[in-house]
Nanobody, 122 residues
Framework: QVQLVESGGGLVQAGGSLRLSCAASGLTFRNYGMGWFRQAPGKEREFVAYITLTDNKYYADSVKGRFTISRDNAKNTVYLQMNSLEPEDTAVYLC????????????????WGQGTQVTVSS
């Protein structure tokens, strides 16, 4: 049974930082591209960042230069370091796993976590 469990969310002031983690189990982690998405109330789920099997990284324009995605295959964990947070970053953040090639297309991911809430106050 595949499980993705996010942690690290919380309440932070604008300009602050958070580091999200997503621990994976039940799959061969090194064979999966990993992505982070977010969903704000009343809005569609949107792409944030992904990291490939070979550590290539891709970001949404809205977070480029502020967020950094990384992975630790020994710990079966993917991270999202978020700096210079803005109120517009407030959302539930979800990690996702896709066998093989990573993508920004949410419909192509095989597994999803339940999400962790990030709230940025102004």
């Amino acid at each position: 049974q595949v499980q993705l469990v996010e942690s690290g969310g919380g309440l932070v002031q604008a300009g602050g930082s958070l580091r999200l983690s997503c621990a994976a189990s039940g799959l061969t982690f090194r064979n999966y591209g990993m992505g982070w998405f977010r969903q704000a109330p009343g809005k569609e789920r949107e792409f944030v960042a992904y990291i490939t099997l070979t550590d290539n990284k891709y970001y949404a324009d809205s977070v480029k230069g502020r967020f950094t995605i990384s992975r630790d295959n020994a710990k079966n964990t993917v991270y999202l370091q978020m700096n210079s947070l803005e109120p517009e970053d407030t959302a539930v953040y979800l990690c996702a796993a896709r066998f093989g090639v990573s993508t920004y297309r949410k419909d192509e991911y095989n597994y999803w976590g339940q999400g962790t809430q990030v709230t940025v106050s102004s």
